[in-house]
């Protein structure tokens, strides 16, 4: 029986009521998982030899861009183009405080910095308040910060030089941000033309872009609600919301399934050299190792893995270093990874 054939969908509790997991996770499996048994109003998904979906459908892919974006430092660290062990402060045109003295733009790039994921404290009521409404109303926590000026600011508050100075490895949204502009300012580039340089014409790719412009603005999936907003019906369209200039670099990254291959099978390199450097099976749950996460499936298999949420878009992606495979799932909706992501994964890591 071929594989596409032993589809079958069998009993699984969730939270959100009766969905099923396919017993065999092949890619058009998966896809129909999303689209007709959790609701998504678009799916593409993908793995390193197969995809379901249309593959120049374009996506927002959050927090995926950020392996794009590493990929790219990379090869310009590789090619003697970049020294990514510069202190942020002698590079960057912000005015900042000492306490940024210390870090470097390697340090920005694997979460060694200390600054916090957003300009948010998880132990100010104030400051989940504000995450509480932008989920409740469907707004984006960083919608204020258009220009470099209003991000300055933030970077060189009281809250932020704290969290700073406990220098607590932390997956950081502002560090990354920061980066990017960094780079720019070391190189002159804006980080458009060194998506270009280093990847997009490298790898090939068609679909990848900061900016849908012209044709590639009809391929790009409106964005919908999924379980945030939650005021808003499932599947229903909601505004785009882009991140300003200043924060491009962090999340803002338009991309396709078909390029998402291209991009993650050029970044095996990264992962083994990170795993030279700490094995996985020395690895705790949920350990950062670059920009990704260290997951156990059911079974025992560990993974890494990435997720990303952007209003209107919610992507995910997850490595298996002892197969060499990955499974990438794209949505056009507003969700964060739940439970199903992993399932599937696992299902799929052990076909």
């Not at 590789?78 to 340090?107: C, I, M, N």
């Not at 132990?123 to 707004?139: E, I, Q, S």
Request: proline share 5%; net charge neutral; hydrophobic share 40%.
């Amino acid at each position: 029986m071929s594989l596409c054939a032993r589809v079958v969908l069998v009993a699984a509790a969730f939270a959100a009521g009766c969905a099923t997991l396919p017993e065999v996770a092949d890619v058009n499996g998966v896809r129909a998982f999303y689209r007709h048994e959790v609701g998504d109003p678009e799916c593409a998904v993908a793995t390193e030899n197969a995809l379901a979906g249309d593959p120049h459908r374009i996506f927002r892919i959050a927090s995926l861009g950020k392996l794009y974006v590493h990929l790219a430092l990379l090869r310009m660290e590789r090619e003697g183009r970049l020294d990514l062990d510069v202190s942020v402060r002698a590079v960057s045109k912000f005015a900042l405080p000492p306490e940024y003295d210390a870090v470097t733009l390697r340090d920005l790039l694997s979460g060694r910095s200390g600054l916090p994921r957003d300009f948010l404290n998880p132990w100010n009521p104030l400051d989940w308040h504000t995450a509480f409404c932008c989920g409740l109303f469907g707004t984006h926590i960083y919608e204020g910060f258009e220009s470099r000026c209003d991000f300055a600011e933030e970077l060189t508050s009281g809250r932020t030089r704290s969290f700073l100075r406990e220098r607590r490895p932390l997956y950081s949204n502002v560090g990354f941000a920061l980066l990017v502009l960094c780079v720019e300012d070391l190189t002159g580039k804006t980080v458009d033309e060194i998506l270009r340089d280093e990847l997009v014409v490298p790898l090939g790719l068609e679909d990848t872009t900061f900016c849908p412009v012209g044709e590639e603005r009809v391929r790009v999936s409106p964005p919908c609600a999924g379980k945030l907003p939650w005021l808003c019906r499932r599947g229903t369209v909601v505004p785009e919301h882009r991140l300003g200039s200043a924060l491009r670099g962090m999340g803002s990254i338009f991309s396709s399934a078909s390029d998402c291959v291209k991009v993650l099978t050029a970044y095996w390199p990264v992962i083994d050299d990170l795993l030279g450097q700490k094995p996985m099976a020395t690895c705790e749950e949920n350990e950062m190792r670059g920009l990704l996460n260290v997951r156990t499936l059911k079974g025992g298999r560990r993974i890494l893995y990435r997720f990303g949420m952007i209003y209107g878009g919610a992507s995910f992606v997850a490595f298996d270093p002892s197969s060499r495979r990955f499974l990438v799932i794209l949505r056009n909706v507003t969700s964060w990874p739940a439970s199903e992501d992993f399932d599937l994964s696992a299902l799929h890591f052990n076909l």
